[in-house]
């Protein structure tokens, strides 16, 4: 069976691309167009990146810029890949240490540009730093005795779980800006006072008792990382049973 052509733009951000000998040399490159791309989102939204608005961004007519990229979704792509930083090293730590600095690492990103947040459900990673992700993950868990199959389910899992906590976080404090204005949630601990005044102990017995003894939190901010870091431990719990499974 003939291996499967490789998609234009993964093609691209690998340095695979097959170069054209005829034509004028291009003027631009696919880096500098994704670097443009990322400042517009940065700067304006996931929303404003268009293929005229990074074209108007390099300074180039908008149907030039086919030369290089083939769509929108082509483009989003490479940004995705192209605005993640590279992963944390493993520096000799054990699995359960380099996967929550991992996992960390992971969710800060998403909180720091959080339209990357509407490319993650786009496509599977492609490009080098996304699989470079990926691959630290692997190898943290290499001694464990765990299979590949296994231990790609764990990195996946252990993503989802940072995209939700940044996507819930941003949620948190857009949402309630919005609906409630200059009088918006600010963080855990004003959430607490808000139920604690509206709540009935006879209907919500159990959450309010739950408010009375601070189960939220008491953050100023959404980012609550004692909340953070006990999800994880679950899930990490969870990892370290199924080691000891294998084991056994």
Same mark, same amino acid.
């Given at each position: 069976?003939?291996?499967p052509?490789l998609?234009?733009?993964?093609a ?8 054209a000998?005829? $034509? &004028?040399r291009p003027?631009?490159? %696919?880096? =500098?167009?994704?670097? *443009?791309a990322?400042?517009?989102a940065?700067?304006? !939204? ?6 005229s ?12 810029l ?11 792509i ?13 520096d ?10 991992w996992?960390r690492?992971?969710?800060?990103l ?5 339209w990357?947040?509407?490319?993650d ?5 492609? $490009? &080098?730093?996304l699989?470079?992700? %990926?691959? =630290?993950?692997?190898? *943290?868990l ?5 299979g590949? !199959?296994?231990?790609i389910?764990i ?21 309630t800006?919005?609906?409630?204005g200059?009088?918006?949630?600010a963080?855990?601990?004003?959430y607490g006072?808000?139920l ?8 919500y017995?159990?959450?309010t008792?739950?408010v009375r003894v ?16 006990? $999800? ?8 370290e049973?199924?080691? *000891?499974?294998?084991?056994?």
């Open positions: 069976m003939a291996e052509t998609p234009p733009v993964v691209r951000m690998w340095g695979r691309e097959t170069i000998r005829h $034509g &004028p003027s631009l490159d %696919l880096g =500098r167009i994704i670097d *443009a990322i400042r517009i940065d700067r304006d !939204g996931l929303e404003a990146v268009k293929m608005s990074v074209a108007a961004e390099v300074g180039m007519a908008t149907m030039s086919y030369r290089y990229v083939g769509s929108k979704d082509e483009l989003l490479a940004m995705a890949d192209a605005a993640t930083p590279e992963p944390p090293t493993l000799g730590q054990g699995w359960r240490d380099y996967l929550t600095e996992t690492a992971n969710r800060d998403l909180l720091e540009r959080p990357l947040l509407g490319l459900q786009r496509t599977p990673p492609t $490009g &080098p730093r699989l470079r992700w %990926l691959d =630290r993950a692997l190898a *943290a290499a001694d464990t005795g765990l590949y !199959g296994e231990r389910n990195a996946t899992s252990l993503t989802g779980y940072a995209v939700r906590q940044a996507a819930l976080a941003h949620a948190l404090n857009g949402v800006g919005t609906v409630t200059d009088d918006s949630i963080g855990l601990a004003d006072k808000v604690g005044q509206v709540l009935d102990p006879e209907g017995p159990e959450l008792e739950a601070d189960a939220f939190g008491a953050a100023e901010e959404w980012i609550d990382d004692a909340d953070f870091t006990f $999800g994880l431990d679950l899930l990490l719990d969870g990892i049973a199924l080691i *000891a499974r294998r084991h056994g």
